[in-house]
């Protein structure tokens, strides 16, 4: 009996040294797909995308929309906005066009284009938030966990990888915004034909778009409650409980993204209150290498 001890023993060695390369392997292909993907990707002159922003917050399913839409051409990228004011009954226009390293806007169906300047961060926050360029940026630099996820239909085409992002993170990520919108030197951006100055949105905690942390009256239907002194931010992020997820699908003969969804928990006390929020931003991806060119705006410095 004694003799077959070392085959057994070698066996269960094989088995264990197996199965913990599978695993390897499994992860080393998620992050080396991802990497393919991201390329790829990069490597596009142009493309069109849209997408949307849904709040799924108890009862509030659909609230705070934001319908965003555009296109890449070469360098430049031209974004249309639409923010939803439902508390006003209206919906907020704007459109956003980045060429090179400048930033143009311009608000409903006024025809001449701004530019924005580049201490004025609201815009260039609004422009990042639904750029699927930023988004990929975002994944690459926040990235803690990449696995494929099942495949409901192999006989198609397309696959999909789920991309955990770092909570610690995001939670920097979320103060620096925070921060640039406050830091002295700031200028409050307004825009021709629009009363209020712009506020962008805070994608990871959207009730904190409405600006009460500033310490300024804001209108909000959600469960937030005016203050008139403005909030540290570091204390409010760091008792902010935050977690993101990439689903990414591509396809797997082009390598190309077609759709993507950020999934967004967060919860944080504010006003003697827990706010507690889940957000999904939608961005499909389409029309690669087929675009309308996109003509530079004539310089209309503000």
Same mark, same amino acid.
């Given at each position: =009996?004694?003799?077959?001890?070392?085959?057994?023993?070698?066996?269960?060695?094989?088995?264990?040294?197996?199965?913990?390369? !599978?695993?390897?392997?499994?992860?080393?292909?998620? %992050?080396?797909?991802?990497?393919?993907?991201?390329?790829?990707?990069?490597?596009?002159?142009?493309?069109?995308?849209?997408?949307?922003?849904?709040?799924?917050?108890?009862?509030?399913? %659909?609230? %705070?929309?934001?319908?965003?839409?555009?296109?890449?051409?070469?360098?430049?990228?031209? =974004?249309?906005?639409?923010?939803?004011?439902?508390?006003?009954?209206?919906?907020?226009?704007?459109?956003?066009?980045?060429?090179?390293?400048?930033?143009?806007?311009?608000?409903?169906?006024?025809?001449?284009?701004?530019?924005?300047?580049?201490?004025?961060?609201?815009?260039?926050?609004?422009?990042?938030?639904?750029?699927?360029?930023?988004?990929?940026?975002?994944?690459?630099?926040?990235?803690? !966990?990449?696995?494929?996820?099942?495949?409901?239909?192999?006989?198609?085409?397309?696959?999909?990888? /789920?991309?955990?992002?770092?909570?610690?993170?995001?939670?920097?990520?979320?103060?620096?915004?925070?921060?640039?919108?406050?830091?002295? /030197?700031?200028? *409050? $951006?307004?825009?021709?034909?629009?009363?209020?100055?712009?506020?962008?949105?805070?994608?990871?905690? =959207?009730?904190?778009?409405?600006? %009460?942390?500033?310490?300024?009256?804001?209108?909000?239907?959600?469960?937030?409650?005016?203050?008139?002194?403005?909030?540290?931010?570091?204390?409010? *992020?760091?008792?902010?409980?935050?977690?993101?997820?990439?689903?990414?699908?591509?396809?797997?003969?082009?390598?190309?993204?077609?759709?993507?969804?950020?999934?967004?928990?967060?919860?944080?006390?504010? !006003?003697? $209150?827990? *706010?507690?929020?889940?957000?999904? *931003?939608?961005?499909?991806?389409?029309?690669?290498? @087929?675009?309308?060119?996109?003509?530079?705006? @004539?310089?209309?410095?503000?």
């Amino acid at each position: =009996m004694q003799k077959y001890w070392p085959i057994c023993v070698m066996a269960l060695l094989c088995t264990v040294v197996v199965g913990g390369c !599978n695993q390897m392997n499994v992860k080393q292909d998620a %992050n080396t797909t991802f990497e393919q993907v991201r390329d790829k990707f990069d490597a596009q002159k142009s493309y069109a995308f849209y997408g949307q922003t849904k709040l799924l917050t108890a009862n509030s399913a %659909n609230a %705070n929309m934001v319908n965003f839409s555009g296109r890449k051409d070469g360098e430049a990228v031209y =974004m249309n906005v639409k923010l939803s004011v439902p508390e006003e009954n209206r919906v907020d226009n704007l459109s956003l066009l980045s060429h090179g390293d400048k930033l143009y806007t311009k608000h409903g169906q006024n025809e001449g284009w701004d530019h924005v300047a580049g201490d004025s961060p609201a815009l260039h926050q609004e422009m990042n938030n639904w750029n699927p360029i930023a988004s990929f940026q975002q994944i690459d630099d926040m990235k803690r !966990n990449v696995r494929m996820l099942p495949d409901d239909n192999p006989k198609d085409d397309f696959e999909a990888l /789920g991309v955990v992002l770092d909570s610690a993170k995001l939670k920097s990520w979320l103060v620096a915004q925070m921060q640039e919108q406050t830091k002295p /030197g700031a200028k *409050v $951006q307004s825009i021709a034909g629009r009363e209020k100055p712009y506020i962008p949105k805070l994608k990871l905690a =959207m009730a904190l778009s409405e600006g %009460n942390w500033r310490g300024t009256p804001a209108h909000h239907s959600g469960p937030t409650i005016q203050s008139k002194k403005q909030m540290d931010v570091n204390e409010l *992020v760091n008792q902010m409980e935050v977690e993101a997820e990439y689903t990414i699908h591509y396809n797997k003969k082009t390598m190309l993204p077609t759709n993507m969804t950020m999934s967004i928990r967060s919860s944080y006390d504010l !006003n003697d $209150q827990r *706010v507690k929020e889940h957000t999904q *931003v939608e961005t499909y991806l389409q029309q690669y290498g @087929t675009v309308a060119p996109i003509i530079a705006p @004539t310089e209309k410095s503000k």
